[in-house]
């Protein structure tokens, strides 16, 4: 193929294949749209027509979005850029050659690789600065429009960075300059920025952004809405009604754009509207499948978190379906979910890729900023809205599962007798939640009691640390069954959910896991029907005070104890283990001398007995103190008592013997990003870590050594006392900051921060 003939050939095929775009056929065949242009780029190569190449390239370039990597996107962005810099450099080479049309559209495409390194696959800030950079020097002045551009990005990237005075400076600079015609559309311009102040937290200037746009000034696209993007700045700057306008003409909307749900879902949350919130989760579900893996996400992941976390403080908290929408569909998902579950889940995925883009960044904006939103308040306590526009989604019922049949009772009943047979605990566990689901959905009760029970004895099997929110949430309706008519459940069934409480109540008290608020809830509508004579209310009085103590509330614990105390003696709560229960408990509040005075004697000697290590230090009895560590160091094996033999050596000084034990226990300090993982009595290891390890930094006794090998990770080498010092602080805020969350109360988070930053 050559001359003009082998360049009219080419043409040919050329467009042939953009009919083939699939943008332009419902997105279907964009894997086979990139090899057919993977093809044409190496003919139009061997041609070497100039025009034709760059066109060809810059196709080939936008045609690698349906290109599949194996492990990274930077396999794919990293060839588009190169790409797109071939054509950059042959326009400069010769830009007589190249038509207007496809310069605009080559510009477009490195607009398009910014936004992507920004928000949808990041990359370190610093990177994106340098390709700014690049093009920036690389582009003639006379093309000032993609100088706005690439200012439009800068201002974009320093936003993610949290540099709010440089954002401002360059923000003030475009608003100088006249809105570009091409690259980018005025009101898309003005709508970035709007959302750029709203997450730096410069609500007037997001207002001042968005308003030509709301007022006509700035020409807004007619498929479009935009007042939901001032909803918290409205709700901020007392301009209620105006955000109550904007939630109300656009909150029903199905497929909301992300920021847009995070908006409304934030909204709700801290208005005191959580109900409506809950309607307007459920309308986008569909938009929050999969985890979190761009800015955008991360955003609207912690606005559900917020959410979530309101609903079960309000005892909203009830088990709903997220059920598969694709027929055919032979995944295992569970689909009986709850609110608590799901704002566990989200916190942890939003936190977890903060860190990461803070990382890439070299900043701590984003944690910083996503552990506010997690923890936000009311700005206003409740705010009326207008009545729903339609059903609320969140209360229709829902569809039958696509992978079961079974909708009578008697069908249900015959899949619950074949449970058992499923060789795996998860396949039961997805079988019965399907069950689940369709007597949810076709209001078999009778059917739907006898599923729950098997469901809660399965989930009674799984290990203390899996499934906890689910186990509560299951057991929670059962007992309000049982509240709502005490001769519905007979006594058998009885007897094994009161089997079930202690099991329960242990499980969540120990890990983070629901709201205190749901927790006592169930204490309440327990204790409206224990039984005479047994031990029923022991159990509800005893993990009464462990509620207590994990809300950190010294006089509710001492009140709650006396309570347990005035009931007659239980010698279940008698034994060793139970004693050393206790024991903890009112050494999480810092009543270390009464614990000395009443369960010190009755532990001496005894396995435990090292967690009165510091007591006795503090309380001058320092012979006393080093003669059980000395005793017992050796072997020491769980959180506390690593944490008492770790704060012991760096309040005495012997910061050998705490590298030692440091060094001795990393297994026990390897953390999982998960809270299922992460057990109450883990927050004084994490202080005692801190200070030992600080300390250690700070006396000049610091070392580079190798964390071993571990089931989840290889070795890592560069590790210093300094490091893991930090790192375990990362830590100690992340599950301080958890357990707050779940009892409202920061007296944990204070108390571990003062142990943390202790003098020798």
Not at 43 to 63: Q, T
Not at 366 to 387: F, Y
Request: charged fraction near 30%; include cysteine; glycine fraction near 6%.
């Amino acid at each position: 193929m050559t001359g003009g003939s082998g360049r009219r050939e080419l043409r040919a095929r050329l467009d042939t294949a953009y009919k083939q775009h699939p943008d332009d056929n419902g997105g279907a065949g964009a894997e086979s749209y990139w090899r057919a242009m993977q093809e044409l780029l190496g003919e139009a190569e061997a041609l070497g027509d100039h025009e034709l190449l760059f066109e060809v390239r810059l196709a080939y370039a936008w045609s690698l979005r349906g290109k599949k990597w194996k492990k990274s996107s930077r396999e794919i962005f990293t060839e588009w850029v190169a790409l797109l810099r071939q054509c950059l450099l042959m326009w400069r080479a010769e830009p007589d050659r190249i038509c207007d049309e496809h310069v605009v559209l080559m510009w477009n495409q490195f607009a398009n690789i910014l936004d992507i390194f920004i928000r949808l696959y990041p990359e370190p800030a610093d990177r994106v600065h340098r390709l700014i950079d690049e093009l920036e020097r690389r582009c003639p002045p006379s093309r000032r429009e993609v100088f706005f551009l690439l200012d439009t990005f800068r201002m974009k990237i320093e936003a993610r960075k949290g540099n709010a005075g440089e954002v401002e400076r360059l923000w003030r600079e475009l608003r100088l300059q006249p809105q570009p015609t091409r690259h980018l559309v005025p009101d898309g311009t003005a709508v970035g920025a709007a959302a750029v102040w709203e997450r730096l937290g410069r609500d007037d200037l997001a207002i001042e952004a968005l308003t030509p746009v709301l007022t006509g000034q700035i020409p807004q696209r007619e498929d479009r809405e935009y007042g939901d993007y001032l909803l918290l700045p409205y709700l901020r700057t007392g301009r209620t009604g105006e955000a109550v306008a904007a939630h109300q003409s656009t909150y029903a909307t199905a497929g909301l754009k992300l920021e847009s749900l995070a908006s409304h879902l934030e909204f709700c949350a801290r208005t005191g509207n959580e109900e409506r919130g809950l309607d307007v989760l459920h309308r986008n579900l569909g938009r929050l499948s999969g985890t979190v893996t761009t800015v955008e996400s991360m955003w609207t992941a912690a606005a559900v978190a917020l959410l979530c976390r309101r609903v079960t403080e309000r005892g909203l908290d009830r088990e709903w379906v997220w059920s598969c929408e694709e027929e055919g569909c032979d995944c295992e998902a569970a689909p009986v979910r709850s609110y608590a579950e799901l704002a566990g889940e989200r916190r942890w995925w939003a936190l977890e890729f903060a860190r990461k883009l803070d990382e890439m960044d070299g900043t701590s904006f984003c944690s910083e900023a996503i552990m506010r939103r997690l923890h936000a308040g009311p700005i206003v306590e409740h705010l009326d809205l207008p009545g729903p526009v339609s059903e609320p989604a969140h209360r229709l019922r829902p569809r039958l599962s696509p992978h079961l049949a079974a909708a009578t009772t008697d069908e249900l009943r015959n899949e619950l007798a074949r449970t058992p047979e499923l060789d795996r605990r998860w396949k039961r566990v997805v079988h019965l939640q399907r069950l689940m689901q369709n007597a949810f959905a076709t209001g078999e009760q009778d059917a739907l009691i006898d599923i729950r029970f098997a469901y809660l004895d399965e989930l009674l099997a799984y290990g203390p640390t899996a499934m906890r929110p689910d186990l509560f949430a299951t057991f929670t309706a059962l007992v309000r069954l049982h509240d709502a008519d005490p001769a519905l459940l007979g006594a058998e069934r009885l007897d094994r959910v009161w089997t079930a409480a202690p099991v329960v109540l242990d499980r969540v008290l120990t890990r983070a896991t629901v709201h205190a608020a749901q927790i006592r809830d169930l204490i309440g509508m327990l204790g409206r029907h224990c039984r005479p004579g047994g031990r029923d209310l022991h159990h509800l009085r005893w993990y009464a005070v462990e509620l207590e103590v994990r809300c950190g509330d010294v006089d509710a614990a001492r009140a709650a104890w006396a309570a347990f105390e005035s009931l007659p003696s239980c010698d279940e709560y008698a034994t060793g283990p139970n004693v050393l229960r206790r024991t903890e408990w009112w050494l999480d509040l810092g009543l270390d001398g009464e614990v000395l005075a009443t369960t010190g004697p009755a532990l001496s000697g005894q396995d435990g007995e090292e967690r009165l290590i510091v007591p006795y230090l503090c309380a001058g009895e320092d012979a006393k103190a080093r003669e059980i560590h000395e005793r017992t160091f050796a072997t020491m094996d769980g959180p506390r008592e690593v944490a008492a033999h770790l704060e012991f050596c760096a309040r005495t000084g012997d910061l050998a013997r705490a590298k030692e034990i440091i060094r001795g226990t990393l297994d026990l300090l390897h953390v999982y990003y998960d809270d299922t993982e992460f057990t109450f009595d883990r927050l004084r290891l994490c202080a005692s870590t801190v200070l030992a390890c600080r300390l250690i930094a700070a006396r000049g006794l610091d070392e580079t050594w190798t964390w071993p090998e571990h089931e989840c990770c290889p070795a890592e080498p560069g590790w210093t006392y300094a490091r893991l010092a930090a790192d375990y602080r990362t830590e100690l805020n992340l599950f301080a900051l958890r357990w707050q969350e779940l009892t409202g109360s920061d007296f944990h988070v204070r108390r571990m921060n003062a142990i943390a930053d202790a003098a020798a």
